[in-house]
């Protein structure tokens, strides 16, 4: 199995069990919809619903798939996705965050190393 495939496979699983896992307030009325796309390789949680009279429709987290690699663009789940991804088989040097921008991007491992934080 390439790398691609097996990095589709964690994210999907990761993010399937933060979709049943994740808190769902008003009883219900506002869930938490998983959204993948392996065609263009992009994989999205959303808090989708109504809270009281408001609509909501927000993201969660969302990620891309590009050139071996699994760029972060959002995680608001909390405690970060990054320590999951990496117990399900995905490289610390294979996981990006793009908030982190920097010539070149900072990765998982290096923030590891930068923070002599042990996973």
């Known amino acids: 199995m390439d790398q ?11 993010l399937e069990q933060y979709a049943q896992h994740h808190p769902t307030p008003n009883n219900g009325a506002i869930r938490t919809d998983l959204i993948c796309d392996p065609e263009r390789d992009c994989y999205a949680l959303m808090s989708v ?9 927000a993201p969660i987290f969302y990620a891309m ?3 071996g690699q699994i760029i ?4 608001g789940l909390g405690y970060g996705i990054s320590a999951d991804l990496v117990a399900a088989g995905v490289a610390p040097t294979d996981i990006i965050w793009a908030w982190e ?8 491992a290096t923030y590891l190393s930068e923070q002599a934080v042990i996973v």
């Open 49 to 57: 619903g109504w809270n009281e009279h408001r609509r909501i429709f």
């Open 4 to 14: 691609t495939h097996t990095y589709r496979i964690a994210l999907k699983q990761v």
């Open 101 to 108: 921008q920097s010539d070149p991007p900072v990765s998982y």
């Open 65 to 67: 798939l590009r050139h």
């Open 72 to 75: 972060l663009e959002h995680d």
